[in-house]
């Protein structure tokens, strides 16, 4: 990711809020998606429960999964189950 965005101006295109109140928004660096990014490089999990809109990310996370890049490379605990323990 820092390859990607660090130092650059990034792109922020606010989508909603979330229960906190934290802007979600979409990331765009270099002309790239960095959610997109994050996820097919395996650094990041598809949260089903807040993916309506963005389906084109489960294609990469099969895809980092099935070649175990990143968090697939061990045996990761997802973070919504982590918090609830």
């Known amino acids: ?3 990607l965005c660090f ?3 990034a792109k922020i295109t606010p989508k909603n809020k979330d ?3 934290r802007t979600v928004a979409d ?3 270099r002309g790239q998606d960095a959610g997109k990014a994050q996820v097919q490089a ?3 999990w598809v949260y089903d429960r807040y993916s309506k809109g963005y389906e084109t ?3 990469l996370q099969d895809e980092a999964r099935v070649v175990r890049r990143g968090l697939w490379s061990q045996q ?3 973070p919504w189950e982590w918090r609830r323990k």
């Open 1 to 3: 990711m820092a390859e």
């Open 7 to 9: 130092r650059i101006e």
């Open 19 to 21: 229960r906190y109140g």
């Open 27 to 29: 990331v765009e660096c």
């Open 42 to 44: 395996g650094l990041a």
């Open 57 to 59: 990310l489960y294609p």
């Open 76 to 78: 990761a605990v997802p």
